[in-house]
């Protein structure tokens, strides 16, 4: 066997030639690099922007709150015929400095007699706004608007 | 090839360091720039985090105090403090449940909701930190106007709730009342 092995070309030693990294094998070892740091970045700042973006879900639901009790105001005096739509601007407070758009619909949904036979209207306000999620906020608020 | 395996030792050429410290410096600045990023938002959310979720605690709690009020005795205000009787449908304490009474006042920088529950039972939350003063506004269906004071045996349609904070920020809160009007 060990003259086989001194004989044969197939068991010569093997030539070590020890050859510097081209660039391409640096570039690719780079981008593996790069490509498993990629989690550790990008979960964290994820979970960062998932949290901001609940916080400005939770504000703008109180603004939106704000502007419906506005509304019912502005109902007393300037009740709505049948439909209307208003355009409607949100803007945030000064730490969160973001503004968002919707629409109010607002609609007499129908009237009822009160105990003094009074008639009362009912109105339903619809709220959408695009807020900081791909699912629109929506809101619904019944009225009744005394005579 | 019979001799033993042929090393090869040559230095980095200067190509090579020069490109291996730039592939260096482009993962490090990239790393700096999101980590920053990342410090910037957790320091954003930490700012408005607590408030946020102050400001909805307090919304929520008194427009369900409001949403129950009791008919017959509704709301009363003395110097800036807001007594009230409301009807509580499920307590984890009993003495809690049905008709209690209460009131939210400052107490120093806090803002404090009071119950009084049968048998002389109390319980205390805080709902605001850091207020230096609150003001009340009412609004009166009839004179369809908002006013400092409430008017006697009328329920207001709407309670506004000004909070001035030891920063001197101003937050607003605004309730509806269901029976709001109705006498």
Known sequence: MQNLRATSPLFEPTLKIKRPFI????????????????????????????????????????????????????????????????????????????????????????????????????????????????????????????? | MDGPARRQKRPLSLLELVIGLSLTAILLSSLFTTFRNIAKESAQVQRIHGKSHEKAILQLRLQQIFNSLSKKSGILLVENSLFFFYENPYDLETAFCGLVKGDLQLVGSNLLLHFTGKDGARREQKLFENVSDIRWEFYDIKTKKWSDSLKKKRVPLQVKLHLTLTDKQEQLFIFQLPNGGVK
């Open chain 1, 23 to 147: 660039l391409l094998e640096l570039l690719i070892a780079f981008a593996l690099v790069s490509i498993s740091a990629l989690p550790f970045i990008r979960y964290p700042l994820q979970h960062l922007r998932w949290e901001v973006s609940d916080l400005y879900v939770m504000e703008l639901e109180r603004e939106i709150d704000k502007t419906l009790s506005k509304l019912q105001i502005k109902l007393f005096s300037e009740p709505v015929e049948s439909e209307k739509e208003i355009l409607l601007k949100v803007r945030l407070n000064e730490e969160m400095s973001r503004s968002f758009q919707g629409k109010i619909t607002v609609k007499r949904t129908g009237q009822k007699i009160d105990k003094a036979g009074k008639e009362c209207l009912l109105m339903t306000a619809k709220v959408e706004v695009k807020g900081p999620h791909k699912a629109p906020i929506k809101t619904e608020r019944t009225f009744f608007i005394l005579p």
